[in-house]
């Protein structure tokens, strides 16, 4: 019986070819992927500012993100999130009118929180409108229990009387905030 070893008809540049292949494809989504994902600017917190997630306890966090999402719907987990009773007033100013709804909390862990939103009247030219350059809402945090509304409504005299804004930062800043900056 004899045996007869057949070779390759191209001495293995098939497994050469794949493998230039399959690296093109990685390099040109390498590539693309670095095209497509910006870098994130990381959000720096003023000192009249403090972090949601780092600054407030459940309760408070829990009552803050009703209020982001759910812009004073109530519903049943308001009990659980420190049971604020909420009063509202109303300051019109010129252009922009004020609605102000200031919560005290039933808990003693908790502080009080203030919602703000802004309406501007913006002057119409034809078909075009001035757009806001403010947000439409602002939500503002006092450590006291009860802390009284200010007279005023404007971020000098919240911030002269105590009260810090409460911002939510993204993901990526929440991170280096946790973990610690990259170096």
């Known amino acids: ?73 109530k519903d049943v987990s308001w ?7 909420w009063t509202r007033s109303l300051q019109p100013k010129g252009n922009i009118d004020l609605a102000v709804f200031i919560g005290h909390p039933q808990d003693n862990d908790c502080g009080s929180m203030l919602l703000l939103f802004t309406h501007e009247h913006g002057k119409k030219q034809g078909n075009v409108t001035d757009k806001a350059e403010h947000p439409a809402y602002e939500i503002w945090y006092h450590r006291a229990r009860y802390q009284p509304l200010p007279d005023t409504f404007t971020d000098q005299i919240f911030i ?24």
Do not use: H
């Open 1 to 73: 019986m004899a045996t007869q070893i057949v070779s390759p008809a191209g001495k293995g540049s098939e497994s050469l070819y794949l493998l230039v292949i399959t690296a093109c494809i990685f390099a040109s989504c390498a590539f693309l992927i670095s095209l497509t994902t910006g870098k994130e600017e990381e959000r720096t917190l003023q000192a009249y500012q403090i972090d949601a997630f780092a600054d407030l306890n459940g309760k408070e966090l829990a009552v803050f993100n009703n209020l982001r999402t759910s812009a004073l719907e």
């Open 79 to 85: 009990k659980k999130s420190g049971g604020y009773i």
């Open 160 to 183: 002269a009387a105590g009260w810090k804004e409460i911002c939510a930062l993204s993901g990526a800043d929440e991170v280096k905030r946790v973990k610690g900056a990259a170096e």
